[in-house]
Each structure stands twice: as structure tokens, then as C-alpha cells.
């Protein structure tokens, strides 16, 4: 008897391991990664270059962990030029150290020296991504950043058979170095990239890159779980799979409420999670995965390609260790929008909404403290004496947020603020309005003239903000992805012309918009975003179009430390770089 008691109790080793296993996911457990920024030769288009990478890869690698762990990741650079690396769409509560754009959050990490950033992903589960956060480096440093739900947490959908990584990204013969500074010198528009990749490949609608294919193998009837990345530097993207659906499940690491579609569209900096469920038989074919541009810019102010991968399926009748591409095959290709479908755009955006459930609530402020109204699009600045300009009118383009025109100071605004020596390097009076109000998306003004400032917004701890950003008719319309640090916000309304503050509040979803980092502000149009300041630090906001973003359509928040200790900023890392 006493046997029988004794040998239906838990032993003490399995005891020890039911506690560790509470233990990993309550407080989840600390993941070490070692980046080696150095340079790489790399070949695409009979093309070789010497690129800027992270231990040598592009995409660089990919961060996994899990929700509650921390991440400690020690960047050492090996380049002639200064680097940071930003962990996009990472909360980064109180660790704005750790977060990563140059000048804003810390001073680039110099040749020779090293950072290590270190923070932890609290109440976030799905796909992000890092990447360069300084000049046009993030071309070729990026890479995926996958966070798993807790342990013994299952996804709010059946669990796919695998996950699959798909990143699309850009690729210059030319340095995109001199790409920027040519454009920055001559006050025009860059160059346009030379191919769309998958995963750092051009695929075969490119010259010379047939080889060089992203090529995805399924097994008839599984369910797959690509997890898709826009890392393009200047290119929102459609994306479809030829002959098959897509069940969108997550965007920028929130879940979404299922829905399915042949195409989708995805802008730099966004993430999308879909479901790709394999065809129940062997069909004997191949399926181009294709992605081109969305745009509504001036034509050759963007790369008008098409990229594609190849899905191609195993063969029951085939040993697994057969060739894996069988030639001869029938290769279908998707149809993909025109370049400048916007009621496409609006369609599918229209489509995302927030799960909404008890395990996952959208928390939307029900009410708000203070309300903005932004500006978002292009502009011009004066050419300078004696230079010919290659902007309009002999002027060199600029891009600005209510008028001001960002410029990046030779100090880091976060150690500014932090040690109080902010006098010379920020003014803290960004305009919560356009100075000068207009027809925004009507004929554009004469003087298309910004300002320029270094100027920040300063928000009190808690602060529920709403925040209209609308696009101006100025040199063009044009969508434009916004992205917060620091944030998730919900997108509670959008729509076309100006906005009208009187009657467009009572179309607001306030229900289950759908949350996330970076919102594509409509072209011709404008979008409202809801979010709590809960965050302290120095926040920066910005187009994740990078020619945008050189030009000046950037700004940041300033959200000073609430009333007790959880609520204040930690004090800088010892390590910190040094400008």
C-alpha cells in the first residue's frame, strides 16, 4: 500500500521541473546574441559589392525568443561607418536606451567599439524585425525577430505545420551610401534600387538571377505560417501567391481577426502573418510569390519591378531526396494590382481589425487628454548660393511633419533630456498644428517652403493622445508609412481630402481597430491613431520611406517620467556610445 501511495506522488525531479518550467514562464529566461557588423561581398544581378552586414549575412540573423524574456545582444562594429541597430516595434518600456535610432535614443556606435543592447519583450508575441537606424544602412542590415507566445500558450488559430521567415528587401549595384549622399548633394530625388528581393534573393524576373531564387517547398494539405517582413527601403508592396489564398492572422506582432485574400499589400516597415494552406494533392505545377511596388509618386521616383519567389510542392511519388525543382513543370504567376490602386490599399486595410477577445483585449483609450493634428508630405528648401538644385525649380527636396523639416542633431536627444543639458540641442515646442492651415489636398500653395528644427513634443506621463496625420497634396499625394517608437497605437479612422474634425470623429472605431507600430497615412488622405504615453523617454516618429525620412519627414515625442519608481526611465547603461 505504502508502494502504491508513494509511486502515484510526483517524484521530487519532476516536482523541481514543474516549478522551473512556472518559474521560465512567469519571468522567461535570457537569450545572448553576438552581432558582428563587418563587410561582406555579395553578388546579384552579375553584380559584386562590398556591403555592410551583420556576421556576414543579409538578411542578418534571426533573433528568436519568447514572450517575458530578455535579449542581450552585443553589437561590435568592424565598418568604417558609425552604426545603430533598432529592434522594430519592441515596446522598449523604459529601456529607451536600448532602442536604437542614431541621435535620438544614443550616439551611433563608432568603428572599433561595441553596445550592448538589453531589453525585455514584455506582452508581445508575433513577428517584428531589426535593422540599421542610421543613414541608408538598413539596405543590407536587417533581419527577422521572432517572438514566441509563452510557453504551453497556443496561437488564437490552428498551428501551422512550419514558419517560414519571407523578407522583402532592395538591392543597389551602387553603395546606398553614395546613393544618399549623391541625392543629399544635389537636392533631387535618389536613385531608384536596381531589384526587389525574398530573403536577399532577386528571383528569375531579373537579369542574370535565376539562381538566386527564394524557392519554398510544401507538403500537400499543411498549413504554413509565413511570417512576411517589408524591409524595402523605399517600396510599399503587394504580395500574392498564385493560385492560392492567404489567411492574414497577425499584423506587427498583434493579433488580427482572420480574414482571407488573394493579395495583400504591406508597407516598409510592417509586418503581416498569413496562413498558406498547400492544395490537398500533388498539382503538378509551380506558383510564382510575387511582390511589386504601390505607389502614387511621380513616375521613376520609384523602382517599378516585380520580384518573385517559386512555391513548388513535394512529390509523394518522389524520394525527398529527388531534385527538388522539376523541370518542365507549369509555372502560374499571380496577378497583381496596378502600381497606384489606392481603393485596393484602402480595401484591405479597411478589412484589419483587432481580435478584441478577453485573453486579447484592444485596449483603446476611451477617452483622450490632448488631441493633434499633423501635417504629413513633401516639400522644398532654398538651394543653396551658388548650387544648382535638381528639386523642383532649382530647389532641393524636403519632407516635413506640420511644416518642420527635421534635422538630426550632433547629440542624442535621450541623454540630453535625461542629464538636463538640452539647451542648444532640442526645443521642445513642436506645433501640435499646421502654423499656416490650407486646402491640404487641394492646389498646393505657392511657397512650398518648410522649416527646419530640431523640435520635439513633450507629453506628461499617461497622456491619452489622438493624433490625425494628413497627407498634402504638396508635390504630389502620396501614402506614407508612419512609425512610432516606443508604441503600439490603433488606427480608430481613415479616410479621403481633408479631414473634417466635426463629423469624421463619429466614423472612429473605438471598438477593435486594429493596433499597431506603423500606419500607412492614406495618399490624399489622412488617418487618426489613438495611443497612451505610458512609456517615458524620447520617442521618435517618422516616415519608413527613407528618402522621406533623409528629407526631413521625422519628429519625436518627449514623455516625461510619471510619479513612482516603475514609471520613470532607468538611468543610462554604462556602455552608452559616446558622439
Not at 225 to 248: C, D, G, P, Q, Y
Request: with cysteine.
Amino acid at each position: 500500500m505504502t508502494m502504491a501511495i508513494s509511486s502515484a506522488l510526483p517524484s521530487p525531479l519532476l516536482l523541481a521541473a514543474s516549478l522551473l518550467l512556472l518559474i521560465v514562464q512567469a519571468q522567461g529566461i535570457t537569450r545572448h546574441y553576438e552581432f558582428n557588423v563587418q563587410m561582406a561581398n555579395a553578388t546579384r544581378l552579375c553584380n559584386t559589392k562590398s556591403m555592410v552586414t551583420v556576421n556576414g549575412q543579409c538578411p542578418g540573423p534571426e533573433l528568436v525568443a519568447r514572450e517575458g524574456d530578455r535579449v542581450v545582444i552585443r553589437v561590435t562594429n568592424n565598418v568604417a561607418h558609425n552604426i545603430s541597430l533598432h529592434w522594430h516595434g519592441v515596446r522598449q518600456v523604459r529601456t529607451g536606451w536600448a532602442d536604437g535610432p542614431a541621435y535620438i535614443t544614443q550616439c551611433p556606435i563608432q568603428t572599433g567599439q561595441s553596445y550592448v543592447y538589453n531589453f525585455t519583450v514584455a506582452g508581445q508575441r508575433g513577428t517584428l524585425w531589426w535593422h540599421a537606424h542610421i543613414s541608408w544602412l538598413r539596405a543590407t542590415v536587417y533581419g527577422a525577430l521572432v517572438i514566441l507566445p509563452k510557453l504551453g500558450v497556443p496561437y488564437p488559430f490552428p498551428a501551422p505545420h512550419k514558419e517560414v521567415p519571407v523578407i522583402f528587401g532592395e538591392w543597389w549595384n551602387a553603395d546606398t551610401e553614395e546613393v544618399v549622399n549623391q541625392a543629399v548633394q544635389t537636392g533631387g530625388g535618389p536613385n531608384v534600387s536596381d531589384a526587389f528581393t525574398i530573403n536577399g534573393l532577386p528571383g528569375p524576373l531579373y537579369n542574370c538571377s535565376a539562381q538566386d531564387t527564394f524557392k519554398l517547398k510544401v507538403k500537400p494539405g499543411k498549413t504554413y505560417m509565413l511570417r512576411l517582413i517589408n524591409a524595402a527601403l523605399n517600396e510599399e508592396l503587394f504580395f500574392a501567391v498564385a493560385n492560392h489564398t492567404l489567411t492574414v492572422v497577425e499584423v506587427d506582432a498583434v493579433y488580427v481577426k482572420p480574414f482571407t485574400v488573394d493579395t495583400l499589400v504591406i508597407s516598409p516597415g510592417q509586418t503581416t502573418n498569413v496562413l498558406l494552406t498547400a492544395k490537398p494533392y500533388y498539382p503538378g505545377a509551380n506558383f510564382y510569390m510575387s511582390a511589386a511596388p504601390y505607389s502614387t509618386a511621380r513616375p521613376g521616383t520609384f523602382g517599378n519591378t516585380t520580384v518573385a519567389g517559386i512555391l513548388e510542392y513535394e512529390n509523394p511519388a518522389m524520394s525527398p531526396s529527388a531534385a527538388s525543382f522539376v523541370k518542365g513543370l507549369p509555372l502560374f504567376k499571380p496577378t497583381l494590382p496596378q502600381l497606384n490602386d489606392t481603393d485596393f490599399v484602402t480595401n484591405f486595410t479597411d478589412k484589419l481589425r483587432s481580435l478584441a477577445t478577453p485573453e486579447y483585449p484592444a485596449a483603446v483609450p476611451q477617452s483622450v487628454d490632448k488631441r493633434f493634428f499633423f501635417t504629413v508630405g513633401l516639400g522644398t528648401l532654398p538651394c543653396p548660393a551658388n548650387m544648382t538644385c535638381q528639386g523642383p525649380n532649382n530647389t532641393q527636396m524636403a519632407a516635413s511633419m506640420n511644416n518642420v523639416s527635421f534635422v538630426l542633431p550632433a547629440r542624442a536627444l535621450l541623454q540630453s533630456h535625461f542629464t538636463g543639458l538640452s539647451s542648444g540641442v532640442y526645443a521642445p515646442d513642436f506645433p501640435v498644428a499646421p502654423l499656416s492651415p490650407f486646402n491640404y489636398t487641394g492646389t498646393p500653395p505657392n511657397n512650398t517652403n518648410v522649416k527646419t528644427g530640431t523640435k520635439l513634443l513633450v507629453l506628461r506621463y499617461n497622456t491619452s493622445v489622438e493624433l490625425v496625420m494628413q497627407d498634402t497634396s504638396i508635390l504630389g499625394i502620396e501614402s506614407h508609412p508612419l512609425h512610432l517608437h516606443g508604441f503600439n497605437f490603433f488606427v480608430i479612422g481613415q479616410g479621403f481630402g481633408n479631414y473634417d474634425a466635426v463629423n469624421d470623429p463619429a466614423k472612429f472605431n473605438l471598438v477593435d481597430p486594429v493596433e499597431r507600430n506603423t500606419v500607412g497615412v492614406p495618399a490624399g488622405g489622412w488617418v487618426a491613431i489613438r495611443f497612451l504615453a505610458d512609456n517615458p523617454g524620447v520617442w521618435f516618429m517618422h516616415c519608413h520611406l527613407e528618402a522621406h525620412t533623409t528629407w526631413g519627414l521625422r519628429m519625436a515625442w518627449l514623455v516625461l517620467d510619471g510619479s513612482h519608481p516603475n514609471q520613470k526611465l532607468l538611468p543610462p547603461p554604462s556602455d552608452l556610445p559616446k558622439c
